[in-house]
Structure formats: C-alpha cells, structure tokens
C-alpha cells in the first residue's frame, strides 16, 4: 500500500531564507508521481509542482524545486528565498502508475517570519 | 475562467438532512473526484469518475452518493446527514485514469457543518 510520511508538523523560517519540507514514500511501484501542494489559510488547494518516478532531473516551478532522492524514497520541497505570502500548510501526495488516487501526507504548517 | 468550481462554498444544516454539494471543471478533464478533509486536514480520496463511470469507491458509507450527469460534472449527495459528516469536501479532476502523471487540480472546497 502508498504510504506518504511528512515528519514536521509544523515550522518557523525568517523571510528570505530557503526552507525544506520533508516527504518520504513508500512504494512497491515502479512508476508513481509525487506531488505537492499548498493549502493557505483561505482553505484552497494550489497544485505546487511534480516529478515522475522515471524523471532524471529534479523539478523545478520557479521559487519551488523538488529533491527528488528515490534510492532513500525522498521527494522534499525547497521553496528559494522564502515570502510571508508561503505561510500555508504544505502536502505532500503520491499517486502510482495504475491508481487514480492521490495518497495524501498530513502535512507540515509552515510559517515565514517578517 | 475558474477551473474547477464548487458550490456551495459554505453549508451549514441540522442533523439527519440530505444535501447535495455540486462540481463543475472546465478543464476538458475525464476524470473527477472527491476527496473528504477532517479537523486535522488530513485529505482521503472518496469517490473518483472517468467519463461517467465511477472508478474509485472508498470505504464510504453509503448515505454518500456521487452523481455525474456528463464527464464536466460530479455532485456529491449526502444523506441522513450526521455530525461527523462535518468536514471540508474538495472536488478535484484530472485530464485521464490510469496514469501516475496526471495532475489533479482541485476546487476551492465545501465547507459542511452538521449541527
């Protein structure tokens, strides 16, 4: 079964600063995509950014790039030079090859400091 | 131009009513979906419909009935409304089925409470 682990359920970074956000999966797939997405207090869930299994370079969304490490099943969010506008939740979601369902992390609250 | 619209964006209703949350995309997509949020913003797939044909059915209780009269539109309706029903319901849809890539782009969400 997909299995999605955000281990920070909640963080404060300064304005300015890069800041990562943790996504482990768990997967017996081959092909799968990992997504993630932005839910600010306003409750809408923006789609972010997305990198295939078979991939070969990491994406890349303007301020937003995705580390993907799939020997250690790893796909954390860096968002460069961190906005108060990026204070939201952040969820991380894996969808395999023949499934039509996202599997959804539990999210990391993430807060910019002025 | 919205994508994926929802409404009502708010509904508030007594215990034990039926109601019914409608979903509209834009987008050309096949598939569409519901997904339920708890109080801890923990997201779950409920239903999803390609083409009008549903696909994916979760463990959900079947006072939840999902309708698609046409590929651009899934309404969910709810029956014998219970206070734990309370929850955020998002729409979302994607372009097709069976793919990992398809990216799913989600409404604005109902907010449901059942007092």
């Known amino acids: 079964a997909q299995k999605i682990t955000q281990t920070q359920p909640g963080m404060f970074v300064q304005e300015k600063e890069a800041v990562t956000l943790d996504c482990t999966y768990d997967?017996?797939?081959?092909?799968?995509?990992l997504f993630w997405y932005k839910q600010p207090s306003s409750g809408e869930m923006i789609f972010l950014i997305y990198?295939?299994?078979?991939?070969?370079q990491n994406a890349t969304e303007g301020r937003y790039s995705l580390n993907f490490q799939k020997a250690r099943k790893s796909a954390n969010l860096v968002i460069s030079a961190s906005q108060l506008g990026d204070s939201a939740m952040y969820f991380c979601?894996?969808?395999?090859?023949?499934?039509?369902?996202?599997?959804f992390g539990t999210g990391t609250r993430l807060t910019i400091i002025p | 131009d919205t994508a994926v619209s929802q409404t009502p964006k708010y509904l508030v209703t007594q215990m034990g009513n039926d109601k019914s949350i409608k979903c509209e995309q834009n987008l050309g997509h096949d598939t569409m979906y519901w997904y339920k949020q708890d109080s801890k913003k923990f997201l779950k797939i409920m239903f999803s419909?390609?083409?009008?044909?549903?696909?994916i059915n979760e463990t959900v209780p079947n006072r939840f009935s999902p309708k698609s009269p046409d590929k651009a539109h899934l309404n969910l309706h709810i029956n014998s409304l219970e206070l734990g029903d309370s929850a955020v319901y998002f729409c979302?849809?994607?372009?097709?089925?069976?793919?990992?890539?398809?990216?799913?782009?989600f409404g604005p969400g109902t907010r449901l409470t059942v007092l």
């Open positions: 979302a849809s994607s372009q097709a089925s069976g793919g990992g890539t398809d990216t799913q782009y």
């Open positions: 419909y390609n083409n009008k044909e549903l696909i």
């Open positions: 997967t017996s797939d081959q092909s799968y995509g």
């Open positions: 979601a894996m969808r395999d090859g023949g499934n039509e369902k996202l599997t």
């Open positions: 990198q295939g299994s078979y991939d070969e």
